[in-house]
């Protein structure tokens, strides 16, 4: 059985960095995972969100690109059928 840590560590591409860092948060949260949802609809590619940023793109993107989401809003480049620079 996983632990809530462990649970997190392999969802965190969904979650907006205040539910990932434990902050407090509000229905917004769930705008930015819709987001991401349908950035993946749109890209329409099987990716998983934030992989173009993996220094290896066969594996999960690692700690760096997670401390860029969480404090330098890296966020992912937007499919072209979207129209804009990011989600």
């Known amino acids: 059985v996983a632990t ?3 649970e997190a ?4 591409q969904w979650m907006a960095p205040e539910v990932y860092l434990g902050q407090l948060y509000d229905e917004r949260c769930d705008l930015y995972s819709f987001g991401i949802i349908i950035w ?3 890209k329409g590619t099987g990716e998983i969100p934030f992989q173009e940023f993996s220094s290896h793109p066969e594996r999960a993107p690692g700690l760096d690109v997670i401390h860029k989401v969480m ?3 890296l966020r992912p480049t937007a499919p072209p ?3 804009a620079s990011s989600v």
């Open 40 to 42: 993946e609809l749109l």
């Open 81 to 83: 059928a979207a129209g």
């Open 9 to 12: 560590l392999l969802t965190w």
């Open 71 to 73: 404090f330098e809003s």
């Open 4 to 6: 809530f840590s462990e």
